[in-house]
């Protein structure tokens, strides 16, 4: 599955990196991957290791050598941000867009109760972290749509690409 916002390659390699849960090394990753070439076969590890190093440059992954080896030590890389953290900044940046997000968020959840306004819910302004001059008064939040048994997010919870 293409993840948004990625290539084929980066999604596959960031989904490895997020299945795994922990540190890992180039070849742990091309052990890992989901993914076919064009030709039908494996990528070369220097693609693998030349596309991670552009995910550490984007900021999505991390990376540090393990200490007690030879300057030739491999890099350990792990996710930065994970998959839902993402995942909700690309969603995020999507509504940023849309003149009308609200409208949007009903296309996408046709089955929120007309009459529950709790859904979505106008923020009275920019959604906080959101760029300036998008040019609509009144960006939108979700505001408990997750069921309770999952959690609900709070205002101060709005997602973001952050460390974690």
């Given amino acids: 599955m293409i993840v948004p916002g990625l290539g084929p390659l980066e999604s596959a390699i960031m989904t490895a990196v997020w299945d795994a849960g922990q540190p890992l090394t180039v070849g742990a990753v091309c052990?890992?991957?989901?993914?076919?070439?064009?030709?039908?076969?494996?990528?070369?590890?220097?693609?693998?290791?030349?596309?991670?190093?552009?995910?550490?440059?984007?900021?999505?992954?991390?990376r540090a050598k393990h200490a007690g080896g030879s300057d030739t030590r491999p890099w350990w890389y792990q996710a930065r941000v994970t998959r839902e953290s993402y995942l909700a900044a690309v969603i995020a940046g999507a509504l940023d867009c849309a003149p009308d997000p609200v409208a949007v968020l009903l296309h996408v959840f046709p089955a929120a109760p007309a009459g529950r306004a709790g859904y979505v819910t106008p923020a009275g302004g920019r959604r906080p972290g959101s760029r300036p001059g998008t040019g609509h008064a009144a960006c939108c939040r979700l505001q408990a749509w997750v069921p309770a048994s999952r959690g609900t997010r709070t205002s101060a919870q709005q997602p973001g690409l952050a460390q974690t």
């Fill in 31 to 62: 052990d890992r991957l989901n993914y076919r070439t064009g030709g039908g076969g494996d990528p070369a590890y220097t693609t693998v290791m030349t596309v991670m190093n552009i995910l550490w440059r984007k900021g999505l992954l991390s």
